[in-house]
C-alpha cells in the first residue's frame, strides 16, 4: 500500500480515535470539511472505504487497520524523539476549573482527582456552580459546563450531548400515575436557569398552575423529587446514578439535549496547565459520552 502524503495517516488515526468529524477538526486544528476531504481523497487514491458511518460517528473498517497501526508506528517514532530531546515539563502552580453541579456529580469530579493525581505538584481550585461565569474575570481557568451557545471569546469545543430526562419517585408514581404532563406536579430550576435549554423547556412546556417547586441546583431538584414531592427535568447522566428514581419518557414528547462544552478564554489556551487540563478532560468526556448522553 503506497500513501502519497504520509500526513493522511494521522487524519486516519484521529478519526478512528475519536469517531465523529467534529472531535477530529478539533484534535488536528482544521475544519471539518478539511477531515472530510482527506479522507475521501484516501479513500479514492486507495480504491477502497476505510470507514463506516454508523448514526453520527465513524467506524474504522478492517482495511483501515494497516494504516492505523503505521500511524500508531509513527506517533511512537515521533514521542521518543521528544523525549529524548527534553524531560517532560512538571506542571505546577494554580489552575482552577468550574462545571455544574449534576456533571461534577456524573463522573467529573473522578476524572479532575485522576488529573490532579498525575500532576501532584498542581494546586486545583474546583468551582462548582450553575451561575453564569465570566472568565474574563479569570472566575475559571478551564470550565466544563452545558451550553447551547458558548460566548464568543471563549474556546474550545462542544464534547458530547447532554441528555435531559423527565423523573420522579415510585411512590410520587403510585399515587400520581397521570400520563399528561398537566396531570402531574413539576419541579423546576430557579431564575438564575431560567435562560438555559433545560429553563426554557420548562416553561415552554410545563403550565405555570402546574409548577409548584423550584431551585438553583438540579441536586436540589433531585432530592425534592425524591422525596415524592413532584416530576423533574433532570440530567440523565446524574439521574442514572440516584436508585431511587425512575424514568417517565411519556412525559417528554421529543428527546431534549443541550451541548457539554469544555472551554477557556482564548488569551489562557496555550498555557501549559490549561493546555495538559483541556486535553485531558477532552479525552476522558469524550469517552464517557455515551453516558452524557443517556444511551
Request: aromatic share 8%; with cysteine.
Amino acid at each position: 500500500m503506497h500513501v502519497q502524503n504520509w500526513d493522511d495517516y494521522r487524519f486516519v488515526a484521529v478519526l478512528a480515535r475519536t469517531g465523529t468529524l467534529a472531535e477530529a477538526s478539533a484534535l488536528l486544528g482544521v475544519d471539518r470539511s478539511t477531515v472530510q476531504r482527506r479522507i475521501k481523497a484516501l479513500e479514492a487514491s486507495l480504491g477502497f472505504p476505510l470507514f463506516i458511518k454508523n448514526g453520527g460517528e465513524y467506524q474504522a473498517l478492517p482495511e483501515a487497520q494497516p494504516i492505523l497501526s503505521a500511524a500508531r508506528t509513527l506517533e511512537a517514532a515521533a514521542s521518543g524523539a521528544v523525549q529524548k530531546s527534553a524531560e517532560p515539563a512538571i506542571l505546577s502552580g494554580n489552575l482552577s476549573v468550574t462545571t455544574t453541579d449534576s456533571v461534577y456529580l456524573s463522573g467529573v469530579s473522578e476524572m479532575i482527582d485522576e488529573f490532579q493525581e498525575m500532576h501532584p505538584a498542581l494546586r486545583i481550585d474546583v468551582m462548582v456552580t450553575n451561575r453564569k461565569l465570566n472568565l474574563d474575570r479569570l472566575e475559571a481557568d478551564v470550565a466544563l459546563r452545558p451550553s447551547d451557545s458558548p460566548p464568543d471569546n471563549f474556546v474550545g469545543r462542544r464534547i458530547c450531548d447532554l441528555a435531559f430526562g423527565v423523573y420522579s419517585s415510585r411512590a410520587y408514581l403510585e399515587n400520581n400515575p397521570g400520563k399528561r404532563r398537566d396531570q402531574h406536579s413539576w419541579l423546576g430550576v430557579g431564575e438564575n436557569m431560567l435562560n438555559t435549554p433545560p429553563g426554557r423547556w420548562f416553561d415552554a412546556h410545563v403550565p405555570p398552575e402546574r409548577q409548584v417547586y423550584r431551585a438553583d441546583s438540579f441536586i436540589a431538584i433531585a432530592e425534592a423529587c425524591r422525596l415524592g414531592r413532584g416530576v423533574a427535568l433532570l440530567p440523565k447522566a446524574y439521574a442514572a446514578k440516584l436508585p431511587d428514581l425512575m424514568p417517565l419518557d411519556h412525559l417528554m414528547d421529543t428527546p431534549h439535549a443541550t451541548g457539554l462544552w469544555l472551554l477557556t478564554h482564548a488569551d489562557m489556551r496555550n498555557n501549559p496547565r490549561v493546555r495538559a487540563c483541556m486535553d485531558f478532560l477532552g479525552r476522558r468526556v469524550s469517552r464517557a459520552k455515551r453516558r452524557f448522553a443517556g444511551e
